[in-house]
T-cell receptor, first 113, second 113 residues
């Protein structure tokens, strides 16, 4: 089945630790995205990548880092510099075909204590 | 991207049509209206999009007013599985580039027996 996988579904970390969230897609999409969602809120864009070895900051990139070494993979690292890391993190991808809709993964719920 | 306004919540009886409004009075001529929905604790799912003509697919219908300042998503026979948060997003359909989406807080649709 084609789609986006995120692992793990739930992640717990202690404050001060960096943590990396995995995102893999087999849709052959060029573009990939990371969003953050807080309770009762919409999604906010953290980083996005249009192509391998290229990525741009979104609206709330501070405290996060990404890499795009392979087309299929776009891991997100939540660093200790992120002040409120507890949130629901969603990865998405989109292709070059109209209507350019984004396909989302199931999300990772990160809890930092 | 143009700002959208949606009601915070709506109820609908199962089997009846659910009509979800969206106001986008500042929409530009090259901006499309996209609808996504997010079932609790899952990633958003693309539903439908349109530019100025009404659109229909297997999931829903989209009615866009002639002046394009508002639109309505119609789920013709709502079921309990349609309970979700529905997001109306206005954006330019960019070719060959990453398509940034700006999510508001959406409309929480509750379908009841």
């Amino acid at each position: 089945d084609g789609g986006i996988t995120q692992s793990p579904k739930y992640l717990f970390r202690k404050e001060g630790q960096n943590v990396t969230l995995s995102c893999e897609q087999n849709l052959n999409h060029d573009a990939m995205y990371w969003y953050r969602q807080d309770p009762g809120q919409g999604l906010r864009l953290i980083y996005y990548s249009q192509i391998v070895n290229d990525f741009q900051k979104g609206d709330i990139a501070e405290g996060y880092s990404v890499s795009r070494e392979k087309k299929e993979s776009f891991p997100l690292t939540v660093t200790s510099a992120q002040k409120n890391p507890t949130a629901f993190y969603l990865c998405a991808s989109s292709g070059r075909q109209y209507p350019y809709e984004q396909y989302f993964g199931p999300g990772t719920r990160l809890t930092v204590t | 991207d143009a700002k959208t306004t949606q009601p915070t919540s709506m109820d609908c009886a199962e089997g009846r049509a659910a009509n979800l409004p969206c106001n986008h009075s500042t929409i530009s001529g090259n901006e499309y209206v996209y609808w996504y929905r997010q079932i609790h604790s899952q990633g958003p799912q693309y539903i439908i999009h349109g530019l100025k003509n009404n659109e229909t697919n297997e999931m829903a219908s989209l009615i866009i007013t002639e002046d394009r300042k508002s639109s309505t998503l119609i789920l013709p026979h709502a079921t309990l599985r349609d309970t979700a948060v529905y997001y109306c997003i206005v954006r330019v359909a960019q070719t060959g580039t990453a398509s940034k989406l700006t999510f508001g807080t959406g409309t929480r649709l509750q379908v009841t027996l």
